[in-house]
């Protein structure tokens, strides 16, 4: 028997006889939800935050908006520096836009193949003419002109701003310590939260927009450019080291060279964020083709919005392509240096050829080309809403009385400390002291800024929605982790769901169901489930082998396989899948504010659309975000708790506790 | 025990090819090629090759050979981990590959257990539970189960660790909680996995007299999995080489020391401290003439490192008795010569035993 080389044992193992005496682990848990549940019987009712249209803060909020309003031509922060800001990002922008106008509609067709010849043959030149050709065909050549030229600015200027700022990030461990909690809160924040304090900064326009989808558009710049830098290997940057180079050379030579492909993808994720952002921007005047959304949403016209929805997925698959190819490319050139000409030659010849062709036909894309099918999918939507009306109705009734209204009731009917004493413990429990404070005084917040009650409602529709996607996105998970056929099926699905931008999914939710705020739930669960299913998939596939292995040559079934061994080991997987449903869900839920889903999300659209709710859209907007740090800051800390295993608070804890009872 | 020769465990021409109709490589005339041609021509890896052994109830077998010679794919075979491409397997009269899924996890949970390389212990489960757990997906009671754990644990030497976390423990007492694991539902037959390959030398031989301690108390059937010769001479009753996944040789280790079935082998126990292993039978010669016949008597089993307090004693030669009989001599010098490693052949020429008479 060793004794040397093992820790001491703990001092305190008590003989087995003395572990019925403990409580059991869910005692806890269970006596504190008795006691809320008592605790609402007893004070429903009282203590209260019903909804107030002029609460103060709005007041507030439009007295500074008017305050700005008066001095921005006179203040010297908004002479000197906002309205410089606004004119150059107004200008990149019309430059940018006149650029992409100049080759016409065959010129820029013409162009974009060009592109996707170079950076990936044949197949991409050939998607991006199909892309581009549609846009036309749709009718929606101007505005999806505009977009592009919209996203164009937003991304350079995020490139511009965050690639440096990532390269730093990557090479300063302290940088990325301080940039790291900024960045999460800005992942976190609902595409509404951005868009009132730019209206406020930078009026509506293109500008604005710009700059707000920059700014959403910027973490993911940022963040995967510095793990690129990070990740080069150190072996690597010490041999380069070693040979004298300077770090600017070792930077330039070594470390960027070596991080291309993933500077590449942080590229195309932050083209990603812009595109379902610009759509987004159309709420503040952004030009192109958000602005049929955003209408086709409010007046739950599915006719409408079809063709615009199509044209950003089009737009979004073509960028995608063409960027995730172009990272995947080699450096080295391959072939001799006449192959190398005759590439070059034929995307000019592409590009010029399309610009040739424009001589040939119509400045304007022909009319008679172009196919409407706003009426006919109107129609089949009337259709579907009447034939599968009892369907619909049914699961849309069942879920708002049997799930919706009760929470509800509950969430608005209960003393405010009372719902903040259960974020609390809640919190606590999952996270411990720290990220409970700051959820509750997040909560707290939200009462603070006069939004108590819409903040309930918008959080019951969260909660629903993501009690569906979890238990949908379990089923997936598990299922494609047990059956790699299923796997296979899947994948590509998820794959393209994760491509396309947010709001497309509304389309169907508003199709089928209406507006209402069942629409925003379905919406968001078909929005937040692709990256759950494979969260839980890849953790459960994840498991170590040796375990499973050890669990199978001890005789277990498949499902005694998956309860006792698969699923506590992917618990880490599933509680982070947990987190990115619920930050998800909530950015969708906001959004559904467009369809009737009420809350939050409304407050924030009616104050773009009335200047006297300005206040409560701008304190909205906040609201949201405080709501996404509570519920991050809860399932989070469950994370982080899950992680720390190894180490001993949690046994430490427990052996204190055992020394109590024995 | 219901097989004829009463052996725990019987295997006849196992195979186990991986890759894309390995059925058909097996028919046809392409199983003969050496691994690299195979792997060429169709794509498979042949990793166990025709193997047949039997291994004795109570005995101790170690299957030995460097990485990728199929000696981890062989031991998976045998309960099925891994499903063999062709052969037989019985384990305790047992056909284990005509078994129904329902009857070989029968067989896993009651009469085989394994302890695996990595441990694959349960990070979320307390030691206790860990132990249990064989017998909790038995559908053992909790408090039986606790009570049958608690046993183990004190075998193992892991008392006070009950309500441990495994990642809290050192990596031998990792393994420690593997071995109770296996041992927790009382099986006919412990298969090892390089169990103490991700040990350091200090624990591992701790464990390795653990295993040997564990064997004389128990008495349990052990197939043992090595790439580290010198745990299998220090463990194995009787050894199985492996190269190519073909077993190239099986013997006892004085079999395999004294006398290497071909070059493989040969190399592989160069190294090896012969008078540590081999008996005097294997360096005695005929008494020369004039040489007195009145030295100290040994048993011919006597390894030769511990003849040497007699021959320190006695300047005669000393008398070697096998079968009742004296059947050669040896002297101080000869004892030297072994000690020194010096090639037993070259000593004596045309003396050696056969080798299927040593050590029977």
């Known amino acids: ?662 | 025990m219901t097989s004829s020769d009463g052996a725990a465990i019987e295997v006849r021409g196992l195979w186990k090819i991986f890759g894309p109709r390995a059925e058909r490589v097996l028919g046809g005339p392409d199983a003969g090629l050496d691994p690299v041609a195979l792997r060429e021509k169709t794509g498979c890896v042949a990793a166990v090759r025709d193997v047949s052994f039997s291994v004795r109830p109570g005995e101790v077998f170690v299957v030995m050979g460097l990485s990728g010679s199929g000696k981890s794919t062989l031991v998976r075979c045998l309960t099925r981990l891994i499903e063999p491409t062709a052969g037989e397997i019985s384990i305790g009269g047992e056909d284990v590959r005509a078994a129904s899924p329902a009857r070989l996890r029968d067989l896993r949970r009651h009469r085989v257990s394994m302890v695996f390389q990595h441990f694959g212990l349960l990070p979320h489960r307390r030691v206790v539970d860990n132990v249990a757990y064989g017998l909790e997906i038995q559908g053992v009671p909790r408090a039986r189960r606790h009570e049958r754990a608690q046993e183990i644990i004190s075998l193992v030497g892991l008392d006070g660790y009950a309500e441990a976390e495994p990642g809290q423990l050192s990596g031998g007492m990792q393994q420690r909680v593997g071995l109770a694991r296996a041992l927790a539902a009382d099986p006919e037959v412990l298969l090892f996995d390089e169990p103490f390959s991700a040990l350091d030398p200090l624990i591992r031989r701790d464990m390795q007299a653990e295993v040997m301690r564990l064997h004389r108390e128990m008495g349990k059937t052990m197939v043992f999995i090595t790439h580290d010769l010198s745990e299998a001479l220090k463990l194995g009753e009787r050894i199985a080489i492996m190269r190519a996944g073909e077993i190239v040789q099986l013997g006892t280790a004085e079999e395999l020391v004294g006398a290497p079935a071909d070059d493989y082998v040969a190399d592989f126990v160069r190294d090896v401290p012969r008078s540590g292993v081999l008996s005097l039978r294997w360096i005695c010669r005929p008494p020369g003439a004039g040489e007195p016949l009145d030295g100290p008597a040994l048993p011919a089993e006597t390894i030769i490192r511990d003849a040497v307090p007699a021959a320190m004693e006695s300047s005669r030669p000393i008398r070697v008795i096998g079968d009742g009989e004296m059947i050669g001599v040896v002297d101080r010098l000869d004892i030297l010569a072994a000690l020194a490693d010096r090639p037993v052949a070259a000593a004596v020429p045309g003396q050696r035993p056969s080798p299927g008479g040593a050590g029977s």
């Open chain 1, 1 to 662: 028997m060793t004794s040397q080389a093992s820790p001491a044992p703990p001092a305190q193992a008590a003989p087995l006889a003395s572990r019925p005496a403990r409580l059991p682990r869910w005692a806890l848990p269970l006596a504190g939800a008795a006691a809320l549940a008592a605790a609402y019987l007893v004070f429903r009712g009282t203590a209260t935050l019903p909804h107030d249209d002029d609460a103060a803060p709005f007041q507030w909020i439009n007295d500074v908006r008017a305050w700005v309003d008066a001095n921005r031509n006179q203040s010297p922060i908004f002479l000197f520096f906002v309205n410089y800001v606004r004119l150059f990002v107004g200008g990149l922008h019309d430059l940018l836009h006149l650029v992409l106008q100049g080759p016409g509609w065959t010129g820029l067709t013409g162009i974009a193949a060009g592109l996707g010849w170079l950076t990936g043959g044949w197949r991409i030149a050939l998607l991006a003419a199909a892309g581009f050709g549609s846009f036309g065909i749709l009718g929606l050549w101007e505005a999806s002109v505009a977009t592009l030229a919209l996203v164009l600015t937003a991304v350079l200027l995020s490139l511009a701003v965050g690639l440096p700022l990532g390269v730093w990030a990557g090479l300063s461990p302290r940088l990325r310590r301080l940039l790291t909690p900024v960045l999460d809160v800005m992942q976190i924040m609902p595409t509404f939260a951005y868009l009132a304090p730019m209206v406020l900064f930078f009026q509506i326009g293109p500008a604005s927009a710009a700059i707000a989808t920059m700014i959403y558009s910027i973490p993911p710049a940022i963040r995967i450019t510095a793990l690129a830098v990070e990740q080069v290997s150190p072996a690597a940057v010490e041999a380069s080291g070693s040979l004298g180079a300077t770090r600017w050379q070792t930077l330039r030579k070594v470390q960027l060279p070596m991080a291309r492909a993933t500077i590449g993808l942080a590229v195309n994720q932050t083209i990603m964020m812009a595109l379902s952002m610009v759509v987004i921007a159309a709420l503040i005047a952004a030009p192109g083709l958000g602005s049929d959304i955003i209408r086709g949403l409010t007046r739950a016209n599915v006719g409408l919005m079809l063709p615009a929805g199509i044209a950003i997925v089009v737009m979004a698959i073509v960028l995608d392509r063409i960027t995730m190819s172009a990272a995947a490319r080699t450096p080295h050139r391959t072939g001799g240096r006449t192959r190398w000409v005759v590439h070059r030659a034929v995307a000019a010849a592409l590009a010029l050829g399309g610009v040739a062709l424009g001589r040939l036909l119509p400045a304007e894309f022909p009319a008679e080309w172009v196919v409407r099918f706003a009426g006919p999918v109107n129609e089949a939507v009337t259709w579907a809403k009447f034939s599968w009306y009892g369907v619909t109705d049914a699961v849309r009734n069942l879920t708002t009385e049997a799930l919706l209204n009760p929470l509800q009731s509950v969430l608005t009917g209960a003393p405010w400390w009372l719902v903040a004493a259960a974020a609390l413990a809640l919190a606590w429990r999952t996270g411990g002291p720290r990220p409970a404070v700051v959820a509750v005084g997040c909560l707290l917040a939200t009462a603070l800024l006069g939004l108590w009650q819409h903040t309930m409602e918008t959080l019951t529709t969260v909660l629903v929605a993501v009690a569906v996607t979890l238990l949908i996105g379990l089923l997936l998970g598990v299922a494609a982790a047990r059956s790699p056929r299923f796997a296979a099926l899947q994948r590509p699905l998820l794959d393209a769901a994760q491509t396309m931008p947010a709001f497309v999914y509304l389309l169907p939710a508003l199709a089928l169901f209406g507006a209402t705020r069942f629409t925003a739930v379905f919406a968001s669960v078909i929005y937040a489930v692709p990256p759950v299913v494979r969260l839980v998939e890849d953790g459960i596939r994840n498991v170590s082998p040796a375990v499973v292995e050890a669990a199978l040559s001890c005789g277990s079934t498949e499902r005694q396989l998956l309860w006792k061994v698969r699923l506590p080991l992917a618990r880490r997987a599933i509680l982070l899948a947990a987190n990115q449903g619920i930050v998800m869900t909530l950015a969708m839920v906001v959004v559904g504010g467009l369809v009737g889903a009420g809350g939050l999300g409304y407050d924030v659209v009616s104050g773009f659309s009335q200047r006297t709710d300005f206040g409560m859209g701008f304190a909205a907007g906040v609201a949201t975000v405080l709501l996404g740090i509570m519920l991050d800051r809860i399932t989070q800390g469950a994370d982080t708790r899950a992680s720390s295993r190894t180490p001993t608070p949690t046994t430490d804890r427990r052996n204190k506790r055992k020394m109590r009872t024995a």
